[in-house]
């Protein structure tokens, strides 16, 4: 449990308008993509882990305005298709994104 880097771990990507999503607590060293690298549906980016403030493994994914994962707001998720995301669901789309990261 680490409260002073509640993220642990973390992937933001950045979508058209303006949007950013923060995929955060991956396992120690298990990035496998790097900044600025154009990721695709279905590629691998890191295991799941539970860095940070977290104590179990799982994936905390979310919304934001800005890449900034302390400063940004937080934007409901709404798919193309206008379909609400559902808890375990599968979502898949064809578009490519950007991503930064940290990877203590």
Do not use: W
């Amino acid at each position: 449990m680490d409260e002073h880097n509640p993220a642990g771990n973390y992937v933001v990507i950045e979508h058209v308008d303006n949007e950013f999503s923060m995929i955060a607590h991956f396992k120690k060293n298990s990035i496998l993509v790097k900044s600025g690298e154009i990721v695709t549906e279905g590629q691998l980016i890191g295991k799941c882990g539970n860095s940070g403030n977290s104590s179990e493994p799982h994936i905390h994914f979310q919304i934001m305005d800005t890449p900034d994962i302390v400063y940004g707001k937080s934007i409901r998720i709404l798919f193309k298709d206008g379909k609400e995301p559902i808890q375990g669901g599968m979502i898949s789309n064809t578009y490519e994104y950007k991503y930064s990261f940290d990877d203590r």
